[in-house]
């Protein structure tokens, strides 16, 4: 017994069929095997008019006869090449007459492939692929481009070198998960009272839009700080300080401003896009070991005693970026001789192996302990090492960045 068949109605999809621009009398031809490919064929008679059309909508490719009657296809091809936004449209051209002068010209003017202007569906469906494919190649291959310059872009934003400063051990490492980064660090000398600011953040998410924060957040921090910074504090429609203000504050007072400023730039500014960034801020003062920190929702810093005994350095106000006004608490510790602090984002932490474990807290810990009593550079680079040693080949994360600082006491 056959099961009953269900009535047929109308069906529906949520996906329309792609748009194609046929161009000329010979591209036209080709509607209805267009339609039999599930294709939205727009059959328009002249260059002009496609021109139009192409400004006015997306085209998945477009098909143009030789033999237009009001311009060279050959020349109109390559308008279509000069305009950035259609330069990567996928082009075919047809001709009702084999004419193999036109088409070698249409084809050195930049279209991509000759339709013949009677096939079959296999041949159809090989030549609008290998269309497709090539402009895909080729996208990938400018945008591949396109972020080796933004990743040299965004290197220029960190600091080329880390500041020598007598009594002070620095070093650093940041390593991308992508091609482009999100977390960032600095390090630089606060006005002319001795005062080092160190500086580690992590803008959420990944990639492009998360390295364009990066830069915003470390030039609003840079900016802020820095005793001649009035142009960033006008921003936000308050007084620009003088030159000697930033070096008659106390420290306390210097990192809840930079805290308060970034924080209320972005949210205000920005809010709409929804990105903020923890950071953690100290100042160091060389001399006497005096270490100020803000700590804005990011990972806990560590101070790393010879013995390996560790104290965190907890958050004391939110991200930066997500509420304006957000209060921040600058905290007072002290960074013995031979002491480091550690600060680094959650791309350390959360680190996975090959078969997926968790780096975590605890072989975190015990790793800063191996290599803390030694100064700032065995640190980073002993971390670095285990690092490497447990994720072997696996994928990155995220982005991976630490900051290190031994107080040695050398001059």
């Known amino acids: 017994m056959t099961a009953p068949q269900p009535p047929r109605g109308t069906m529906t999809t949520l996906r329309a069929p792609s748009r194609i621009l046929l161009v000329g009398a010979a591209s036209a031809a080709h509607v209805m095997q267009f339609v039999d490919e599930n294709y939205m ?12 059309k192409l400004q006015a909508g997306r085209y998945e490719f477009a098909v ?21 936004a259609l330069a990567q449209l996928p082009i ?13 010209a249409c084809l050195a003017s930049g279209a991509d492939d000759y339709l013949p202007a009677s096939c079959g ?30 990743r040299n872009i965004q290197r220029d934003f960190l600091p080329e070198a ?3 400063v007598p009594g002070v051990e620095l070093d650093a490492a940041l390593q991308p998960a992508r091609q482009v980064s999100g977390d960032f660090f600095d390090a630089f000398l606060v006005g002319t009272s001795g005062r080092l600011l160190l500086v580690v953040g992590d803008v959420c998410d990944k990639g492009v839009g998360a390295a364009l924060f990066m830069a915003l957040f470390r030039s609003l921090i840079r900016a802020s700080a820095d005793p001649v910074a009035g142009g960033a504090e006008q921003t936000l429609g308050r007084p620009a300080p003088t030159a000697g203000d930033t070096d008659a504050d106390g420290t306390p007072e210097l990192l809840i401003r930079v805290a308060s400023f970034t924080n209320n730039y972005i949210a205000h500014l920005h809010g ?22 803000v700590n804005a929702g990011h990972e806990p810093a560590l101070i790393v005693a010879p013995d ?16 304006p006004d957000s209060p921040f608490k600058a905290v007072t510790r002290s960074l013995p001789l031979n002491h480091s602090l550690f600060a680094f984002t959650d791309g350390l932490s959360e680190a996975r192996s090959a078969s997926g474990v968790v780096f975590g807290n605890e072989r975190l810990r015990a790793a800063v302990r191996d290599h803390g009593g030694r100064g700032a550079s065995a640190l980073v680079h002993g971390l670095l090492e285990t690092m490497e040693a447990f994720t072997r080949l696996a994928e990155p994360h995220d982005d991976l960045t630490m900051l290190a600082a031994t107080r040695n006491g050398c001059s």
């Open 41 to 52: 064929p727009f059959p328009t008679s002249t260059a002009a008019d496609a021109a139009k």
């Open 64 to 84: 143009v006869d030789v033999a237009l009657s009001d311009r060279p296809a050959a020349a109109f091809i390559a308008s279509i090449r000069a305009e950035e």
């Open 92 to 104: 075919l051209v047809t001709s009702a007459t084999n004419d193999l002068d036109a088409i070698e």
């Open 121 to 150: 569906q296999g041949i159809l469906r090989v030549r609008i692929a290998a269309a497709i494919d090539r402009r895909s190649l080729q996208d990938t291959q400018a945008m591949r481009r396109d972020m080796v310059v933004a």
């Open 162 to 164: 880390l500041p020598v």
């Open 272 to 293: 709409r896009t929804n990105m903020f960034a923890t950071a953690f801020l100290a100042c160091l003062r060389p001399s006497d070991g005096e270490l100020v920190y």
């Open 308 to 323: 390996g005994s560790i104290e965190e350095l907890r958050p004391t106000g939110p991200a930066l970026g997500m509420v």
